[in-house]
């Protein structure tokens, strides 16, 4: 645990990626062999634990409470040990994260608690239609915050030795949620790996970032939306959130723009872009500040979208660490304001890539004499630079953006060595 301030989301955006269900009756088949751990040792290690738990000063009636009918949960083992075997392109992501119906129900909701929203705007400086737009991406508007026994569920994931520290910790302070009298332990659900409420925090969260919004003593993020938006709000400007600055903007880059800059890691500022040619997406010039600082970001290749982001971009992927999720989160919420939608549509040929193709990619840039590194399906850094360096030779765009397209042009390219 750091001292920096960390969400559930952070933590969990790596693992609720999950691929397609496996059939109940395969699993059933499979699980001893997957998870060779036994309730036995589970119930023993159980009792060690609550004996912590009660000099750490948990009560006994909690206790006795919370871990009644608790087992090893093999379904929240499965979940948090399978591994996605199919990478999302960054379009596949957005139109569904930022659909028409996510859109409408953003609008219809904004609106209706606008003077709640405005009350959290001016106590913590993050927008109203930003906090909306993280409650649409995190559990729907509310209406999915996860069915299983959280207790459990932390319970399994602490015996589990492969993060047993960090997930001891969320158990100890869902039990601390329970000892102050904040919920019944009937409410306590949510995901399989401990995210809770309407804007899925982590136990350590609730406690430490969650608000009581509405005057009655209590924190409740399932059931009371000031709770839920006072303690998005608190959480985000504890994180840094700048007041008055928006989180990016799509786009337009000139012809020829050299794409490796677009890194979005290196930040300029927007004078330094608006003198490379870049203006926003409608063609409007950007404007000539010196001292605003921008990072340029292209999340998917040449034909794609591009964006540059600012500081609070950096913040919303505090919540969850990941580019897509971020830029999810921003355009949906100036949707919810009626902003344009992106420039950009999604290719024909735009689709995600299996974890055995990129290993083919890298493969291939190998074979080429473009070192990508041991072939591991993972897009690093060195991927993205030796796929840049093979592009700049096939004299096409150099995103250095991995592709089934790329596939196909490294497979011709390979072929056509081995004939030479």
């Known amino acids: 645990m750091t001292n920096r301030p960390t969400t559930t989301a952070l933590f969990l955006s790596l693992l609720l990626v999950t691929s397609a269900f496996v059939p109940a009756q395969a699993q059933t088949n499979t699980l001893e062999a997957v998870h060779p751990e036994t309730e036995a040792d589970f119930q023993t290690w159980l009792q060690d634990f609550k004996k912590q738990a009660r000099a750490s000063g948990i009560s006994q009636a909690t206790l006795k409470q919370a871990f009644k009918g608790v087992h090893l949960n093999h379904k929240v083992l499965s979940s948090d040990r399978r591994q996605p075997e199919f990478s999302n392109t960054f ?73 047993t520290r960090f997930f001891s910790q969320q158990l100890m302070d869902a039990l601390k949620i329970i000892d102050q009298n904040h919920l019944k332990i009937s409410q306590m659900k949510g995901s399989w790996a401990g995210a809770m409420g309407q804007c899925q925090f982590m136990p350590f969260n609730y406690l430490k970032y969650g608000v009581d919004g509405d005057g009655d003593g209590k924190v409740n993020l399932w059931d009371s939306l000031p709770d839920v938006f006072h303690s998005a709000g608190n959480f985000l400007q504890q994180l840094g959130w700048q007041k008055g600055q928006s989180w990016g903007r799509e786009v337009t880059l000139p012809k020829g723009f050299n ?129 840049r360096a093979f592009q700049v030779q096939q004299k096409i765009p150099a995103d250095g953006y991995p592709s089934l397209r790329m596939l196909n042009l490294l497979k011709k390219a390979v072929e056509t060595q081995s004939k030479a």
């Open 91 to 163: 379009f596949e992501y957005f139109n569904r994260a930022v659909s028409k119906h996510r859109i409408s129900r953003g609008q219809f909701n904004y609106q209706k608690h606008q003077k709640l929203l405005d009350s959290v705007t001016q106590k913590y400086g993050v927008p109203g239609r930003i906090l909306v737009a993280f409650w649409g991406m995190e559990t729907n508007y509310g209406s999915y915050t996860g069915n299983i026994p959280i207790i459990e569920s932390l319970a399994t994931l602490s015996y589990d030795p492969r993060r």
């Open 259 to 387: 794409l490796a800059l677009a890194d979005g890691k290196t930040p300029h500022s927007l004078s330094y872009w608006r003198d490379l040619g870049i203006t926003q997406a409608n063609g409007v010039a950007l404007a000539n500040v010196a001292d605003m600082q921008a990072k340029l970001l292209l999340p998917s290749d040449y034909r794609g979208p591009a964006f540059l982001v600012y500081d609070n971009f950096g913040i919303i992927k505090r919540w969850n660490n990941s580019n897509n999720y971020a830029l999810a989160v921003g355009h949906l919420a100036d949707r919810i304001v009626n902003k344009p939608p992106l420039t950009k549509t999604q290719p024909k040929d735009d689709k995600g890539l299996a974890n055995e193709q990129m290993k083919q990619i890298q493969i291939h840039l190998n074979t080429l004499g473009f070192s990508a590194g041991k072939p591991d399906g993972i897009a690093g850094s060195n991927t993205r630079k030796a796929l």
